[in-house]
């Protein structure tokens, strides 16, 4: 059987959940102030060597201007989502080995923007080289397709049977429309103090309807150096819980589904009736590129948990795509158990929680 290098990590999130100090955001329902303290002189954190590779930071590190959470997103999903989006987006323009990441300082206040009733959150990841120079900035906007009908006073309309909010639904070319009117004000922004490095966009369309998926990029625009449009492109992007029914998905996802379903007929063998599992694709250009699953089980023992991940894992190398990444959470009821991450490049590690 093959062995499987196990990382014994101090923190328990393992490094995906230092994702959440790697973005600045918005909530343009509040208005945030914050002074930050200028140093005069800044140093670059170190590369941690781990499977990902991830963008060192300036230090001593400083909060964006703009605010520093994303609370006004309807989900930790879409949240979760917007950051790794807008940091994938990133590593297209700006390798990791050459720049370094700070949170936004450009943008200092963006409320005039909470005019814009679709708009739910902005994002500036500043991208520096490492003489302290700037790079590039990747901007992100996180649009509801949902908006709410008003009176000529502003006033929400109602449905006079239900008194329910009377809402709408913006389609997907409003909606990117909108951003890129969006997208424009914000690059005018910028060019007064960056006239030069390029500025990427990355635009989330978040979701309204299913509360177990995130939203999904459709969008991305390129600002070339010294301009101030975007070229803009469409991004195919969608996702699919599991387990879900074959029915109109055979023909694309049919392979994934039966796959998923063997992969929880096996787990429930080994402990019946005690494990619950559930998955997330995302799909890119109609192939899968990433899938994460969750276990919930029960466990009397660290050697049972040892066990049932080393064959999760064995029944996870038979059930699914080989060249997407693969995340495996395997939790009890109240405390995580063991992570195990395979990379699309096939790199993997398993983690096992010694609490």
Same mark, same amino acid.
């Given at each position: 059987m093959k062995k499987y290098r196990t990382k014994w990590i101090r923190f328990a999130g393992v490094g995906i959940l230092s994702f959440s100090l790697l973005f600045s955001g918005c909530d343009l329902s509040k208005k945030t102030e914050q002074k930050t303290e200028e140093s005069s002189s800044s140093i670059i954190s170190p590369t941690v060597k781990v499977n990902e590779e991830y963008y060192?930071?300036?230090?001593?590190?400083?909060?964006?201007?703009? =605010? %520093?959470?994303?609370?006004s997103l309807?989900?930790?999903l879409d949240a979760n989502h917007f950051e790794l989006g807008l940091i994938e987006l990133a590593k297209t323009?700006?390798?990791?080995?050459?720049?370094?990441?700070?949170?936004?300082?450009?943008?200092?206040?963006?409320?005039?923007?909470?005019q814009e009733d679709m708009l739910y959150a902005v994002a500036e990841h500043d991208?520096?080289?490492?003489?302290? @120079?700037? %790079?590039?900035?990747? &901007?992100?906007?996180?649009? @509801?397709?949902?908006?709410?009908?008003?009176?000529?006073? %502003?006033?929400?309309?109602? #449905?006079? !049977?239900?008194?329910?909010?009377?809402? !709408?639904?913006?389609?997907? #070319?409003?909606?990117?429309?909108?951003a890129k009117k969006i997208a424009n004000e914000i690059v005018a922004t910028i060019r007064k103090t960056l006239p030069n490095p390029p500025i990427l966009i990355g635009v989330m369309k978040l979701q309204t309807e299913k509360? =177990?998926?995130?939203?999904?990029? &459709?969008?991305?625009?390129?600002?070339? /150096? +010294?301009?101030?449009?975007?070229?803009?492109?469409?991004?195919?992007?969608?996702y699919l819980f599991l387990?879900? @029914?074959?029915? %109109?998905? !055979?023909?694309?996802? +049919?392979?994934? &589904?039966?796959?998923? =379903?063997?992969?929880?007929?096996?787990?429930d063998r080994f402990l019946p009736g005690y494990a619950g599992?559930?998955?997330?694709?995302?799909?890119?250009?109609?192939?899968?590129?990433?899938?994460?699953?969750?276990? =919930?089980?029960?466990?009397?023992?660290t050697v049972e948990t040892i066990q049932f991940t080393q064959f999760a894992i064995s029944m996870s190398n038979e059930s699914f795509p080989k060249d997407a990444q693969l995340n495996i959470y395997i939790n009890t009821i109240d405390q995580p158990?063991?992570?195990?991450?395979?990379?699309? /490049? +096939? #790199?993997?590690?398993?983690h096992i929680y010694r609490d």
């Open positions: 060192r930071g300036v230090l001593p590190y400083k909060r964006s201007l703009i =605010n %520093g959470r994303l609370s309807p989900t930790r323009e700006f390798d990791p080995a050459d720049y370094v990441f700070q949170e936004g300082q450009i943008l200092k206040d963006i409320e005039w923007l909470s991208y520096l080289k490492e003489d302290g @120079s700037y %790079g590039g900035v990747v &901007i992100g906007l996180s649009l @509801s397709p949902k908006y709410y009908l008003r009176d000529d006073k %502003g006033k929400l309309l109602r #449905d006079p !049977k239900t008194n329910m909010a009377i809402s !709408k639904m913006y389609t997907d #070319d409003q909606l990117k429309e909108k509360v =177990n998926l995130p939203g999904n990029f &459709i969008l991305y625009g390129k600002v070339a /150096n +010294g301009q101030s449009s975007a070229d803009w492109k469409d991004m195919n992007e969608s387990p879900a @029914s074959a029915n %109109g998905l !055979k023909d694309k996802y +049919g392979d994934l &589904i039966l796959g998923f =379903n063997r992969f929880k007929d096996e787990l599992v559930t998955g997330l694709a995302r799909i890119v250009n109609d192939e899968v590129v990433e899938l994460t699953i969750h276990v =919930n089980a029960e466990f009397d023992s158990k063991a992570i195990y991450v395979r990379q699309s /490049n +096939g #790199d993997d590690f398993m």
